[in-house]
T-cell receptor
């Protein structure tokens, strides 16, 4: 069955460092991979999308890589700030009717001042 | 811009009761979704709709029903509430025909079944 795995353990880093979060998937050939941010008690908010034919995407301090051979995406936040503390969700979509989006469980990030 | 609006925000139900979770969006998106999120778990897709009059099951549809009579509204119905349906429910919408399927989420409904 299709499976998305993200680190269940929280990631603790110091302000100013680069945070790197991992998303692995199996039995799946996504056309897109998305990253969302979720704050406690709120709905997820879209951050970045990368297509299957793209290796890397950047937006301000965010960078996403997508390796379809390894079936893995890395999500980087450079110069991290305490305000970046949140849960980050990886989501996959497949072509072919419905655009059903499947989400990982998310990784909690804590950035210490 | 209201985006995706869900009501109510919180609800406590007794076992066997029924209720409807409301979701409306004002972005003219054709796709709408219902997810549930349990603690420490990812979002699980319950039902989705690709347009008015069309709905389809997601990963965990049992115990739920939906309808989509208009583009704006996508209510989720729980007929016989069970403790296993205690969760946070999120409604989302997107317009993949315009491009990548970025989803916009509501604030969520926290449901407890006792």
């Amino acid at each position: 069955s299709q499976k998305i795995e993200q680190n269940s353990e929280a990631l603790n880093i110091q302000e100013g460092k680069t945070a790197t979060l991992t998303c692995n998937y199996t039995n799946y050939s996504p056309a897109y991979l998305q990253w969302y941010r979720q704050d406690p008690g709120r709905g997820p908010v879209f951050l970045l999308l990368i297509r299957e034919n793209e290796k890397e995407k950047r937006k301000e301090r965010l960078k996403v890589t997508f390796d379809t051979t390894l079936k893995q995406s890395l999500f980087h936040i450079t110069a991290s700030q305490p305000a970046d503390s949140a849960t980050y969700l990886c989501a996959l979509d497949a072509l072919g009717g419905g655009f059903k989006t499947i989400f990982g469980a998310g990784t909690r990030l804590f950035v210490k001042a | 811009n209201a985006g995706v609006t869900q009501t109510p925000k919180f609800r406590i139900l007794k076992i066997g009761q029924s209720m409807t979770l409301q979701c409306t969006q004002d972005m003219n998106h054709n796709y709408m979704y219902w997810y549930r999120q349990d603690p420490g778990m990812g979002l699980k897709l319950i039902y989705y709709s690709v347009g008015a009059g069309i709905t389809d099951k997601g990963e965990v549809p049992n115990g739920y029903n939906v309808s989509r009579s208009t583009t704006e509204d996508f209510p989720l119905r729980l007929e016989l509430a069970a403790p296993s349906q205690t969760s946070v429910y999120f409604c989302a919408s997107s317009y993949p025909d315009r491009g990548p399927p970025e989803a916009f989420f509501g604030q969520g409904t926290r449901l407890t079944v006792v």
